[in-house]
Structures are given as structure tokens and as C-alpha cells.
């Protein structure tokens, strides 16, 4: 089994250095604070190293899949492309689920760090921010997380990714509304004018259009 492994991937020390890199991203731009924070920021991590421990280290989901369901998977580093192999797409497929996950991860990470910016710059300046991103969206850092994990679920969906996913939507959409409340007592029919004007986490149609 540690030979399979190996043969799939086994490289640890990439798998570190990605967790490094991706927990920095997450704590820098997300900046916990409370409990509640704090504790989504964990589930964040806890995907993020569930996440590059399988694409680089031990591939647990192809061992379920294969002594559960009985799918012959081979270990190879290729076949973690699960829609790709299980769609019988093809190794040039696998590149463009790829391509395609790296796209929503990277605008995803995008909109956390302009969400970062201008949240950081409101909270200078002790006044509600309502442009740039926050023309589009209420909770543009929350969108990224949801387009960032969406994005490493077409490119490499696990077990346990996927058993996170929809945890970590939960949670931040109850923090969304936590602090939504708290918006509503500091700045009252101002917040309320806001809210009625944008959406929570995605742009409308017309609005993603003036986007583009």
C-alpha cells in the first residue's frame, strides 16, 4: 500500500507547502476574530489539508471508491481527476476540469482579497462600505470561499472535501446573517436600504453583466 501510494503521489512536503500556502490565504484575508470565526476559518483548513493530503499524499477516496463500490481505479496522480476518470472523459478532459476548477478558485480568491481591501478601508474610515464589490454583493469574502471551494470540487473532489463543502456553506451563511444583525443595529435604515438593494452572495443577472 505505501508503494501505491507513492506511485500516486506521496509527495508530503508539496503536500505541506500547499496547506501552508492555502491556510496563509484564508487567515490573512479572512481574518478571524470570534469563536464563530475562528472555528469557520477551521473547517476552511480542515478542507484545505483533507484536500492537498489526497492530491499529493495518500489517495483515500480512491481507495474507498475501489474497495467499497468496486470501481477499479487505478493510483496513478491522474486518476484524483474523479469526474474526468468516472465520466470516461479522458486525460485531455481531466486537463480542461482542471483548467476550469483553477478558474473559479482563482476568481473566488479574487473577490476575498477586493472584499479584504475594502472592508479593511471602511473599518479606518468607521463608515459602511457600499462600492466597489459591495455594490454587487453583501458578503463578497464569503462568495469567494464558496466559489474557491466549488472550484476544487470540479478539479479534485474527494470524500471528504465533499462532505465539507456543504458544512462550511452552512456555517458562513449563519455567520452572514450573525453580523447582518449586528450591521442592522449600528447603522439601522442605512444597512436595511442595502440590503433590500443587493444580493447576499451573488451578483443579479443584470448586475453580473455590467461585471463582464
Known amino acids: 500500500m505505501e508503494g501505491a501510494a507513492q506511485g500516486f503521489g506521496g509527495a508530503w512536503p508539496l503536500t505541506i507547502i500547499m496547506v501552508v500556502i492555502a491556510s496563509w490565504v484564508v487567515f490573512k484575508y479572512i481574518v478571524p476574530k470570534g469563536f464563530k470565526e475562528w472555528r469557520n476559518a477551521g473547517l476552511i483548513q480542515a478542507f484545505i ?10 489517495p483515500l477516496t480512491i481507495y474507498l471508491l475501489t474497495s467499497l463500490f468496486g470501481i477499479d481505479i ?4 491522474t486518476s484524483g481527476h474523479l469526474w474526468s476518470y468516472l465520466f470516461g472523459w479522458g486525460a485531455g478532459m481531466a486537463m480542461v476540469e482542471m483548467l476550469i476548477g ?3 478558485v482563482f476568481l473566488g480568491i479574487s473577490v476575498i482579497v477586493k472584499g479584504w ?16 464589490i459591495y455594490r454587487y454583493m453583501r458578503h463578497p469574502q464569503y462568495t469567494g470561499i464558496y466559489l474557491a471551494i466549488f472550484g476544487q470540487l470540479i478539479h479534485w473532489p474527494t470524500v ?3 462532505a465539507f463543502a456543504p458544512v462550511i456553506v452552512w456555517v458562513y451563511y449563519r455567520l452572514a446573517r450573525s453580523e447582518e444583525r449586528v450591521m442592522i ?10 440590503m433590500r438593494q443587493t444580493p447576499m452572495f451573488f451578483p443579479s443577472r443584470k448586475e453580473l453583466m455590467k461585471m463582464i
Not at 475594502?118 to 457600499?130: C, D, H, P, Q, V
Not at 443595529?185 to 442595502?194: H, K, L, P, T
Open 185 to 194: 443595529e449600528r447603522f439601522g435604515d442605512g444597512y436595511r436600504r442595502y
Open 49 to 58: 489539508i483533507a484536500l492537498y493530503a489526497e492530491m499529493y499524499g495518500f
Open 117 to 132: 481591501k475594502l472592508i479593511y478601508a471602511a473599518k479606518r474610515k468607521e463608515g459602511l462600505e457600499t462600492g466597489g
Open 160 to 162: 471528504l472535501t465533499l
Open 74 to 77: 487505478p493510483l496513478i496522480h
Open 102 to 104: 483553477y478558474f473559479f
